[in-house]
C-alpha cells in the first residue's frame, strides 16, 4: 500500500465522506487565504475559480479541470471568516465521467501551534462510488497546497498515472479496513506474522 495515504473514507447511512486533516507551517491567516480568495484558491485547485461569493447562498463556479471540460457548480452553505468554507459541490458529466451531483465540501481552518491546520471534508453520495477517485485527488491538491504554503510555485498538473497509483491505494486501505472490522465482528484471529 502507497505509504502516505493520510486520507479517511467513512461510509456513513447516506453518503461517502473523504476528509483529510493536514498540518502546514503557515500562519492561518495566509491559510485561510489560500481558501477563500479566488486567485489562490485556484492554484491548488488547478483551474479558475470564477465565482465565490463569501456569504451563505453565494455562488461558486471553479474550473477545476479546464482542459477536460470539468466545472463545479455550488451554493455557500456555510461561511465564517477565517474559519470555515462549506459549500455544495455539483460538477456536471465531462468526459467519460458522469454527474456528480449531491455532493457537498467543507473546508476548516484553524490555528495549530505556530501554524496552522485544514480539514477538508467531501461528502458524495452512495450512488456516486468515486470515494477513492476523490481520496486520490484530494490528497494532491491538498500537497499541492502545502508547497505553495511552503514558498513553492511550481506549474501544478495532477498526472493520470500518479493519481491511478494513489486511487489503488486508497481502495487497498478501504479494503483493509474492512476486512478488519469483519474479523473483529466475527472474532477471527489472524495468526501473527
Do not use: C
Amino acid at each position: 500500500m502507497h505509504e502516505s495515504v493520510d486520507g479517511t473514507i467513512r461510509h456513513t447511512l447516506d453518503m461517502n465522506e473523504v476528509e483529510f486533516e493536514r498540518r502546514f507551517a503557515a500562519p492561518v491567516e495566509q491559510l485561510w487565504r489560500f481558501v477563500s480568495e479566488p486567485e489562490l484558491l485556484a492554484r491548488w485547485l488547478g483551474g479558475p475559480v470564477d465565482k465565490l461569493e463569501p456569504f451563505e447562498g453565494g455562488e461558486v463556479v471553479i474550473r477545476i479541470a479546464p482542459k477536460m471540460g470539468a466545472t463545479v457548480y455550488g451554493k455557500v452553505l456555510e461561511y465564517v471568516p477565517q474559519r470555515v468554507l462549506a459549500l455544495t459541490w455539483e460538477v456536471p458529466a465531462w468526459g467519460h465521467t458522469p454527474d456528480l451531483i449531491g455532493t457537498t465540501m467543507r473546508w476548516d481552518v484553524a490555528a495549530d501551534g505556530d501554524g496552522s491546520r485544514l480539514t477538508l471534508t467531501h461528502a458524495l453520495p452512495h450512488s456516486a462510488f468515486r470515494e477513492h477517485l476523490l481520496s486520490a485527488a484530494w490528497h494532491l491538491h491538498m500537497g499541492q497546497l502545502g508547497q505553495l504554503l511552503a514558498g513553492h510555485d511550481e506549474h501544478y498538473t495532477i498526472q493520470q498515472d500518479e493519481i491511478y497509483a494513489l486511487v489503488l491505494a486508497y481502495l487497498e486501505k478501504d479494503q483493509a479496513e474492512k476486512q478488519a472490522y469483519y474479523e473483529h465482528l466475527l472474532g477471527i484471529q489472524k495468526p501473527a506474522a
